[in-house]
């Protein structure tokens, strides 16, 4: 812990390691809205839910999360409680090496992935002194270079001999379900502001528009509309705490096309008007009740 909090600041904290995080922040006064790329986070102190759609999970230091694909999250941090801040650190997982990885592994015999694609896992002892190995060459940064990418391999292979091997080896198989929805997933994000084509997913992703529909859902919680509605509203909602941007300038650049429907979605889903939301964000980040990177992402 002390050497985490040594090389972070409040919010999130790009490390030397390549592609590992720190996050550092007080409990919120309530939910926020988060996007979670393919990653996998460790809560060192304190505690945290998200919720997709209908299903909640909750994580600690005695578990650790894992996310196969960009999602859109509603998240609560919750301190540690007298006055100790929640900390966590996140790992992008590169396809690659999983990849690389597994090949080198006993080839185990499964079916294509089923259920959605995040999870929770209890901690094991093993992974915890890996990971505590990869933190501490933050004291020595000379070392990052060489044992950094030797220590990521040997925590990357902890957790494929985890539960959630599977879903990890889903993510290094180039023609899974999961890989499929990842590249429709990749399609929304690349055209945050064009109409939903289905048949584009479809072509993107490989998949019919039946098999699309049923691995999306089942994957990411949403639809493919869901999806880009809830990707626009927290970009949206970034152009407005950025500044410079009426609700109407934010709707009309991600997309919507009316202001109005913009404003009626961006109530249902943050719970006030674009204009009082964004003003009790910023009020919020300045007493310091919300981390300053609070819904960015990624927000471990």
Known sequence: MDIVLRHAAAGIT??????????????????APCLYRSM???????SKRVAINDTLLSYDSAQYFISALDLPLIGEILDAGEGRPYVAVSLVLEPALLAELAATMPSIRESDQKGMGVAVNPMTTP???TLLRLLSLLDSPADIPVLGPMIERELLYRLLQGPQGRLLRQIARPEGALERVRRAVSWIRDHPDAHLRIDALCDASGMSRASLHRHFLAITGFSPLQYQKHLRLQEARQLLLAGGHTASDAAFAVGYGSASQFSREYLRQFGAPPARHVLEMRQAIEHQTVPAAAGQSPTP
Not at 40 to 46: A, E, N
């Open 127 to 129: 992974l915890r002194d």
């Open 40 to 46: 996998i986070c460790f809560v060192l102190q304190g």
């Open 14 to 31: 790009e490390t030397l390691i390549p592609r590992l995080d720190i996050f550092v922040g007080q409990g919120s006064t309530g939910t």
